[in-house]
């Protein structure tokens, strides 16, 4: 999976629990990314990182946070205030962004399942 | 939000059939990329065509891209066992903040 890893792969979560997922990368890319996918759907943009110390919104950030400071790692805390968390999360990364020409390296994935 | 729409959303072909899935789009685009995803694993990137291109081919791949029709199409010829996967178009809009969009996806399977 092209030099990123993703940990764990499946992780359980109780109820009013904060759970984070790890994210690293050692291919000295600039940018990351993470990434929702329900059953059967495409790929969901939640938040994303363009370089160490900043990172922006995607289109589904309400209930996840996220820290850059280093460049290798980008974890994802799913807080409380996610109501609905059971999802397949991935994570990517790229060395071009915000040119329009970025390729995404992914990760193998996290499955969270709420107990 | 999601931009692209791939068609069919499932596929099951003979194995040494080629395979054809189609991606449509609303907006302008810079390039659109195709990915495949094996189940419960993370996209792997196949091929990125850009929007001043209209055909580009890599192996067993060829993608087509009609700007004027806002679309796509991935052709596999010569279908394997390993090619069944789950292939997403992505599209970064011409403007807007410049992130891949993905499409649902189309759910290959190669029957033996």
């Known amino acids: 999976d092209g030099g990123i890893t993703q940990s764990p792969k499946y992780l359980f979560r109780k109820e009013g629990q904060n759970v984070t997922l790890s994210c690293e990368q050692n291919?000295?890319?600039?940018?990351m990314y993470w990434y929702r996918q329900d059953p059967g759907q495409g790929l969901r943009l939640i938040y994303y990182?363009?370089?160490?110390?900043?990172?922006q919104k995607g289109d589904i950030a309400e209930g996840y946070s996220v820290s850059r400071e280093k460049k290798e790692s980008f974890p994802l805390t799913v807080t409380s205030a996610q109501k609905n968390p059971t999802a397949f999360y991935l994570c990517a990364s790229s060395a071009e962004s915000g040119t329009g020409n970025e390729k995404l390296f992914f990760g193998s994935g996290t499955q969270l399942s709420v107990l | 939000s999601q931009q692209g729409e791939e068609d069919p959303q499932a596929l099951s072909i003979q194995e040494g059939e080629n395979a054809t899935m189609n991606c449509s789009y609303k907006t302008s685009i810079n390039n659109l990329q195709w990915y495949r995803q094996n189940s419960g694993r993370g996209l792997v990137h196949l091929i990125l065509?850009?929007?001043?291109?209209r055909e580009k081919h890599s192996g067993r791949l060829r993608v087509t891209l009609d700007t004027s029709k806002k679309s796509s199409s991935l052709l596999i010829t010569a279908s394997r066992a390993a090619d069944t996967a789950s292939y997403f178009c992505a599209t970064v809009p011409f403007q807007g903040a410049q992130k891949l969009v993905f499409g649902q996806g189309t759910r290959l399977t190669i029957n033996p």
């Open positions: 291919l000295n890319h600039d940018a």
């Open positions: 065509i850009r929007s001043n291109e």
């Open positions: 990182s363009q370089i160490v110390n900043d990172f």
